[in-house]
């Protein structure tokens, strides 16, 4: 059985969900887009596929939470209150504070998200902020081993669970300690790179077990809404699954890389084209993939002009991304 990621766009990634039962650990740098992602997963879990989640934070107070949501129209008060969501947790600081005093061992918390959700029948978990998590074992091995015993609890509950973890800026890895990775079933990283203004967010599956999934990046949105996959400009699309054998066709060149881009604006546009221009052209590295990211301006004559009809050209500023390994359009976006 899989079980839907509520994230638009991203179950088609994955075969039509996350396996049932299984963990998925959602990594990046900060504001990456981890906590959005992991609460739209729960929160879409309850309005969407009704199944009740339960959110662990050890970042947040929920009042901050509650604040912070409401600006993509999800309000968790509400949901606790009718009994589908429950948060837990809250800064790491006062939850240390608080084993203290009640004399609480990291086993003891283990033992709280199970019963949490055990009594809520929750079908869904999340557990934000692995790091932060972590630092409450005495040590690595400590961790690894709560870790793992937490997942075969999951699972047995077939409760499908999502835990993010940061990557410190300018470090390599998927995770911060480097163990959570093992542990789970499916590893998804999102990335928010480039600079100033051009800065893409984009998200890799690096591994799913049982289950094929994509091995391309895809880029995604963070809106109103909340998080969507966005379809590498919708129709300009040419190859929808290329074939296995053809995934590595040519190392592209960025001569070619502009050839491709010059196809499929004209396709996009579909309009008669009167001029493309290239204005700008470069590689640059999302995570360890690399892009040529391809940008200009095409004008096009939008409505032709008849004897009495007024014709229309329009302009429109377009970016194509490419992937340099494997010459596979991954997005392209036109600017009104
Ligand atoms: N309502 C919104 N509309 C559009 N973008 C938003 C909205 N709310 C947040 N964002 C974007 O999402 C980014 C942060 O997302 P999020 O907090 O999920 O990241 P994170 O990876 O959890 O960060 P951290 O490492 O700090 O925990 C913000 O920096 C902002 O750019
Ligand atoms: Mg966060």
């Not at 009994?83 to 084993?99: A, M, Q, R, T």
Request: net charge neutral; proline share 3%.
């Amino acid at each position: 059985m899989r079980v839907k990621t509520g994230i638009p766009g991203l179950d088609e990634l994955i075969r039509e969900g996350i396996p049932k039962g299984n963990l998925i650990l959602l990594s990046g740098k900060c504001g990456t887009g981890k906590t959005t992602f992991s609460m739209q997963y729960i929160i879409k879990g309850i309005t969407d596929y009704g199944e009740p989640g339960v959110f662990v934070s050890f970042e947040r107070k929920p009042e901050v939470l509650y604040e912070e949501m409401k600006s993509f129209g999800w309000h968790l008060e509400t949901l606790e209150k009718q009994g589908s969501l429950e948060l837990l947790g809250g800064p790491l600081d006062s939850i240390v504070k608080f084993g203290k005093k009640v004399g609480a061992k990291e086993e003891d918390m283990i033992e709280e998200i199970i019963e949490v959700v055990r009594e809520k029948k929750a079908g869904r978990l999340v557990l934000d902020g692995l790091g932060q998590f972590s630092m409450m074992f005495p040590d690595k091995l400590a961790f690894r081993s709560s870790l793992a015993s937490l997942q075969q609890k999951l699972n047995k509950l077939g409760c499908t669970s999502i835990f993010t973890s940061e990557i410190e800026e300018g470090k390599e890895g998927l995770s911060r300690l480097g163990v959570e990775e093992f542990i789970a079933d499916g590893v998804i990283i999102l990335y928010y790179e480039g600079d100033g203004l051009t800065r893409t967010r984009a998200l890799e599956i690096r591994k799913m077990r049982g289950t094929e999934h994509s091995n391309y990046l895809s880029f995604f949105e963070i809106a109103e809404e909340g998080i969507k996959i966005v379809k590498p400009g919708e129709g300009a699309y040419l190859e929808k699954e290329p074939k296995k054998s053809e995934e590595k066709k040519e190392a592209t060149s960025l001569e070619q890389a502009e050839k491709a881009a010059e196809h499929i604006v004209t396709q996009h546009v579909q309009e008669k084209v009167r001029s493309l221009m290239i204005e700008s052209s470069d590689i640059k590295k999302i995570g360890e993939i690399p892009v040529f990211k391809i940008s200009g301006t095409v004008e096009y004559i939008a409505k032709p002009s008849g004897f009495l009809r007024h014709g229309v050209t329009e302009k429109r500023f377009w970016t194509v991304q490419i992937d340099a390994r494997n010459g596979r359009v991954l997005m392209c976006r036109m600017q009104p």
